[in-house]
Each structure stands twice: as structure tokens, then as C-alpha cells.
């Protein structure tokens, strides 16, 4: 997002604007439902978009795959800490494992309660982005990152303490991974919305 420009509001369909609700707290609750097992297609659609958009929804399956389309094509993840150029480019944070960091670096450094705050989409990754080096969430992201020595037959104590360190707080799942899921659902979700277009049933319809 350029300077002069808001963050989105509302997406345009046709003739029809629908107003959104891009929380940080909803865009996180859809990309984490996207990926629940436990959802059919039709309801992790349904879900996105309620959870998502204000006000009434079109009806047409087709028009929900274009506005599911639309939505998530303004979702801009937010920037990737990673590890140096040097390295290979690995992810050394995660939206969800790091939660509790998040929470307190926001509020050390911004004095912002999360828990307690809706901040808009584009603000939250403003912020996350500019977090400042002496907070606990940079520490690991940092430690993350430190390339392990290689063995010089003098630095063994080093090297397992450091090794025992990283792997104290390495990431479970990265956000690679969850952002190849996130986008396979996607892909998923807009190929049944296709089919509900050309055979609509009343059950594939939204109010």
C-alpha cells in the first residue's frame, strides 16, 4: 500500500458495494478457519465472508467466488521477518506461536492491549513491522535466525547451547507452510463456488 492510500474499506461487485470488517482479530479467525479440518468447504465460505464482510451477502455462488476472490486479494500479509540474505530465507516468526510475543511487545512498545483493541488490518502490520529490537518477540526472531557455527573442535559448548536454545523456541509450523495452505484452501474454496455457479442448491445459497 502506497502513502496516499487508505486501507480498504469496502469491495465494489458489480453494482453493489459491500462494506468490510477487516479487524486484525477477524483476518486472523478466517485465516486460521481456512485451514480447520474440521469445516466443509461450504461452511469455511460462509464463514469468511460473514466474518468478513457487513451486511447482506449476494446469493448467487457465483458472485460469492468473485467477492470471496476480490476480499482476499486485499489482505496483505504482513511483512516476513526472515532471516538474513545470507542464509537461506526462513521464516522466523508465526502469527500463531508467537501470539503471547506479539501481545507484549504491542503492548511494551505501543502501549496497545490486543486484547482489548480492534486495530484495522493494515495498522496491525504497520505496527508489527516496526517493532523495535529490545522486545521479546525480536530476541527469538533473532535467535531464530543465528546461524549455528561450525564445529572447530573448540566451540562444542557453544554449539550445544546455542542449538539447545533454538530449538527451545523454533517454530512449529512456519508461516510458509501456513501460507501454502492458506492459499491451497483458497484455491479450494473457489473451484466449489465455480461448480455451486453452474448447479446452484438451495442449501449452496447465502443470505
Known amino acids: ?93 508465526s502469527l500463531t506461536q508467537d501470539a503471547p510475543l506479539i501481545c507484549a511487545a504491542f503492548r511494551q512498545t505501543y502501549g496497545i492491549d490486543l486484547h482489548r483493541t480492534e486495530l484495522p488490518w493494515a495498522d496491525f502490520c504497520e505496527l508489527l513491522t516496526g517493532l523495535p529490537g529490545d522486545t521479546r518477540l525480536c530476541e527469538v526472531a533473532a535467535l531464530r535466525a543465528r546461524p549455528v557455527p561450525p564445529p572447530d573442535g573448540r566451540n562444542t559448548g557453544l554449539r550445544e547451547a546455542l542449538l539447545k536454545a533454538k530449538a527451545a523456541v523454533a517454530l512449529k509450523l512456519t508461516d510458509d507452510q501456513r501460507q501454502t495452505a492458506y492459499q491451497a484452501g483458497l484455491n479450494q474454496l ?18
Not at 59 to 84: F, H, M
Not at 190 to 207: C, S, V, Y
Request: contains cysteine; hydrophobic residues 35%.
Open 190 to 207: 473457489a473451484q466449489r463456488l465455480i461448480a455451486w455457479a453452474d448447479n446452484p442448491t438451495k442449501d449452496g445459497e447465502t443470505t
Open 1 to 93: 500500500m502506497k502513502l496516499y492510500e487508505k486501507p480498504f474499506s469496502s469491495l465494489r461487485l458489480g453494482r453493489k458495494t459491500y462494506p468490510l470488517r477487516l479487524t486484525f482479530s477477524r483476518v486472523l479467525y478466517a485465516l486460521d478457519a481456512i485451514q480447520d479440518p474440521q469445516l466443509t468447504e461450504q461452511d469455511r465460505m460462509r464463514l469468511l465472508l460473514r466474518v468478513l464482510v457487513k451486511g447482506r451477502l449476494p446469493r448467487s455462488p457465483g458472485k460469492q467466488a468473485a467477492l470471496l476472490t476480490a476480499l482476499c486479494k486485499t489482505i496483505e500479509q504482513p511483512y516476513e521477518l526472515s532471516s538474513p540474505p545470507e542464509q537461506a530465507a526462513q521464516p522466523i516468526m
